[in-house]
């Protein structure tokens, strides 16, 4: 089994839910979608946080510029964030089994639902770095695909 060092837990606070965030006032802005697989069932929904910043990543979910919960179909889902600015974004996902927004650890604090972030990254030993996940994002539709593990 892959190693899990990721600390996602505050994406599952109370009112962490926005789907949109930073708006570009010229007109030119990002429609962010982010395809994930690799969901072993279809039970809870998968958590996603959008980050233009090191700051807080990944645990500190306020830091984040927007999350949301989407549904998993065929072990896979889709969220979208509309109307971000263009600009350098890291993604963190996970699988909320139990449906209680929460990122779930063991005494340890090794993750026990599945994650992942952009780029793919998987660590060992400890969380993804920002710099290790983040990707430029241009103008327009974009799509990020994270394999979930």
């Known amino acids: 089994m892959t190693n899990r060092w990721l600390a996602l837990g505050a994406l ?4 962490a839910i926005a789907t949109s965030a930073q708006v570009d006032q010229s007109g ?3 429609t962010l979608h982010v395809r994930m697989e690799g969901f072993e069932n279809t ?4 958590g996603v946080a959008v980050w233009n910043a090191a700051r807080g990543f990944p645990e500190e979910i306020e830091h984040a510029v927007a999350t ?3 549904t ?3 072990g896979a889902a889709v969220a ?3 109307q971000l600015e263009p600009g350098r974004y890291a993604i963190t996902v996970y699988h909320d089994k139990n449906d209680n927004r929460r990122f779930d650890k063991n005494w340890l604090g090794m993750p026990k639902e599945d994650w992942g972030v ?4 998987r660590p060992r030993l400890r969380a993804p770095r920002f710099t290790e996940a983040v990707r430029d994002l241009g103008v327009g539709e974009q799509l990020v695909e994270i394999r979930v593990d």
């Open 12 to 15: 599952g606070m109370a009112g």
């Open 28 to 30: 030119s802005t990002l």
């Open 43 to 46: 039970d809870g929904e998968a």
């Open 68 to 70: 949301t919960y989407v």
């Open 72 to 74: 998993i179909q065929d």
């Open 80 to 82: 979208r964030f509309d």
């Open 118 to 121: 952009s780029n793919n990254v």
